[in-house]
């Protein structure tokens, strides 16, 4: 079946580094791709999502790039802060049903 | 408040005993999900809906049911649970846009424990 693989499990980085994840997805027909953030005890929320369309997006220090024709797309964090620390979820769907595939997650710890 | 509500927030029950987890949203979303969370396992789509009565299986249906009789409304009901099913449960829905769902809306959570 349809998955989505996400790479990798566990990230540590210094205050002000940069922060990338990776996600591969397997469904050609798959057409949206959002990243949520999941903050220990939470429920996850998105930071941003990015549509087929579209090659890249960004939104203050966060960027998400799409290559549509690898199959892969990307969450990208600058000057990463304590406060992004969580985990990191990526997704692919059909915009055309509801269907959604997650990646297993990325923990991310920004240490001061 | 705009939301996404589901009851009860913690429960703990036995092998094959029934049992509903309600799920509510205030915010005239069409979409409507079901989500697993496991360790390592990220989250997991369970059942989805699309509207009143149309519903349709996710990557994990098995031992699951749910109904969509209301808009606002989508219960999942687990008809005789088992220790596998022990897991996080998360709703969320989405509004219908012109390009179709967008940003999905998780509620709370749900920590079910079957013994």
């Known amino acids: 079946g349809e998955n989505v693989e996400q790479h990798p499990s566990t990230l540590s980085v210094q205050e002000g580094d940069s922060a990338v994840i990776k996600c591969t997805y397997s469904?050609?027909?798959?057409?949206?791709f959002p990243w949520y953030k999941q903050e220990l005890g939470k429920r996850p929320q998105l930071i941003i999502d990015i549509r087929s369309n579209v090659g890249e997006k960004k939104d203050q220090r966060i960027a998400v790039t799409l290559n549509k024709t690898a199959k892969h797309f990307s969450l990208h964090i600058t000057e990463t802060q304590p406060e992004d620390s969580a985990v990191y979820f990526c997704?692919?769907?059909?915009?055309?049903?509801?269907?959604?595939?997650f990646g297993a997650g990325t923990r991310l710890f920004v240490k001061a | 408040e705009a939301q996404v509500t589901q009851n009860p927030r913690y429960l703990i029950t036995v092998t094959g005993k029934k049992l509903t987890v309600t799920c509510s949203q205030n915010?005239?979303?069409?979409?409507m999900s079901w989500y697993r969370q496991d360790p390592g396992l990220g989250l997991r789509q369970i059942y989805y809906?699309?509207?009143?009565?149309?519903?349709d299986k996710g990557d994990v249906p098995e031992g699951y049911k749910v109904s969509r009789k209301e808009k606002r409304n989508f219960p999942l009901i687990l008809e005789s649970p088992s220790p596998n099913q022990t897991s996080l449960y998360f709703c969320a829905s989405s509004l219908k846009g012109l390009a179709g769902y967008n940003e999905q809306f998780f509620g709370p959570g749900t920590r079910l424990t079957v013994l």
């Open positions: 469904d050609s027909a798959s057409n949206y």
């Open positions: 915010m005239n979303h069409e979409y």
């Open positions: 997704a692919a769907g059909n915009t055309g049903g509801f269907k959604t595939i």
């Open positions: 809906s699309m509207n009143v009565e149309v519903t």
